[in-house]
């Protein structure tokens, strides 16, 4: 586990287990909302998205945490090529949404932790679940049957629930 990239649907714990995986394993932790996100919370330019990304790819260690520019495959897809770890988060989309609207109910009195300075958490919210009504396009049984012909040579986890996503650095980190 050099190169892990995590991924899934909003709010499915993506940030969270990350985390716990960095501290565990030592390996540098990259979310891409960072690198996509200026400071005020505007996107930044493409060029610059994709030059940040392929630096971290050509590290000899990452951890990516997201999806990138919902727009653009392009630096999704060379994550998958490039990690050794693949961490696909498949909660219940009933679950996914209760963690938006808890993230946004909680994000009325703090701010979620890693969220971009100066960006709205209503605004992100309303964001997200537009998100997730368009993520059965995409994250789907042909996406998880493509991900399996990807991972052949790779190690891939998927996780389908809240106590898997709980429990995971512990049963798969020594």
């Known amino acids: 586990m050099k190169k892990v990239a995590v991924f899934g649907k909003p709010a499915n714990g993506k940030s969270t287990l990350s985390k716990r995986l ?11 909302d960072s690198i996509l ?6 996107e930044v330019d493409r060029e610059s998205y994709e030059e940040a990304h392929e630096n971290i790819l050509s590290s000899e ?3 990516i945490e997201g999806f990138g520019p919902i727009n653009s495959l392009n630096s999704f897809h060379r994550r998958l090529e490039e990690a050794d770890t693949l961490i696909y988060i498949e909660l219940p989309y009933l679950v996914t949404y209760w963690l938006v609207t808890k993230r946004l109910i909680k994000g009325l009195v ?9 960006s ?6 309303l964001n997200s679940y537009k998100v997730l009504k368009l993520c059965p396009r995409f994250w789907n049984k042909d996406f998880l049957q493509n991900l399996e012909k990807l991972s052949a040579n790779k190690t891939l986890y ?3 629930s809240i106590s898997e996503l709980n429990s995971f650095v512990e049963k798969n980190v020594q």
């Open 110 to 118: 703090k701010k979620p932790e890693g969220w971009p300075d100066g």
């Open 158 to 160: 998927v996780i389908r």
């Open 120 to 125: 709205s958490v209503l605004k992100g919210t």
């Open 61 to 63: 260690e990452w951890i």
């Open 37 to 42: 996100y200026e400071q005020n919370g505007q």
């Open 22 to 32: 960095a501290s565990a394993t030592g390996i540098k932790l990259y979310a891409l």
